[in-house]
């Protein structure tokens, strides 16, 4: 059974700013890894697939990178909008979470 | 683009089942896989199980195996996720997505049915 493990669990960036949210697995799973962001109250949504892919309508300040074990999400310029919890996923298995909140 | 609606909340006491309904419209529904995964209040996203209705294969994760059945009806492009012997931690919101850029990935989500367990 493969694990997925988030870091940080929460993560304080001020808009404008960079952030870079990591996920591991507990093994290599290729590039076939996916980002989804959750607002509360909301169904999460799907930012980014195949480790670099981004999702239909998904704006480009989001970019996905690496492969095997090691993976990062990166939001290049934080926006309002983007204060969410981020998961990471590979077939069955979703990460912890990362929360970005407001610094 | 695919656009799924869930079925309404749900209050059901324990050792009951509950069955929730997942109507997919847009796209070919045998097309892409619709998986089942649900959110404790104030944790994480746990999958549940995937169905592929061109297949009529369903898989689940072993922490359901025996308690949880997912269907797909192609004649109203309806998947179903049944779950029995309700306790109260199975308390969560409960959602349903499709696999279209992939079996593996969630695409499109529903807007999520909470089931309540309590007596």
């Known amino acids: 059974e493969i694990v997925m493990t988030q870091s940080p669990a929460t993560l304080s960036v001020s808009p404008g700013e960079r952030a870079t949210l990591s996920c591991r697995a507990s093994?290599?799973?290729?590039?076939?890894l996916a980002w989804y962001q959750q607002k509360p109250g909301q169904a999460p949504r799907l930012l980014i697939y195949g480790a670099s892919t981004r999702a239909t309508g998904i704006p480009a300040r989001f970019s996905g990178s690496g492969s095997g074990t090691e993976f990062t999400l990166t939001i290049s310029s934080l926006q309002s909008e983007d204060f969410a919890v981020y998961y990471c996923q590979q077939y069955e298995a979703f990460g912890g979470g990362t929360k970005v909140e407001i610094k | 683009q695919v656009q799924l609606v869930q079925s309404g909340a749900e209050v059901k006491k324990p050792g009951s089942s509950v069955k929730v309904s997942c109507k997919a419209s847009?796209?070919?529904?045998?097309?892409?896989?619709i998986s089942w995964v649900r959110q404790a209040p104030g944790q994480g996203l746990e999958w549940m199980g995937r169905i592929i209705p061109i297949l009529g294969i369903a898989n689940y994760a072993q922490k359901f195996q025996g308690r949880v059945t997912i269907t797909a009806d192609k004649s109203t492009s309806t998947a179903y996720m049944e779950l029995s012997s309700l306790r109260s931690e199975d308390t969560a919101v409960y959602y349903c997505a499709s696999g279209v850029s992939s079996w593996f990935n969630f695409d499109y989500w529903g807007q999520g049915t909470l089931v309540t367990v309590s007596s």
């Open positions: 847009g796209g070919t529904f045998s097309s892409y896989t």
């Open positions: 093994q290599s799973v290729s590039s076939n």
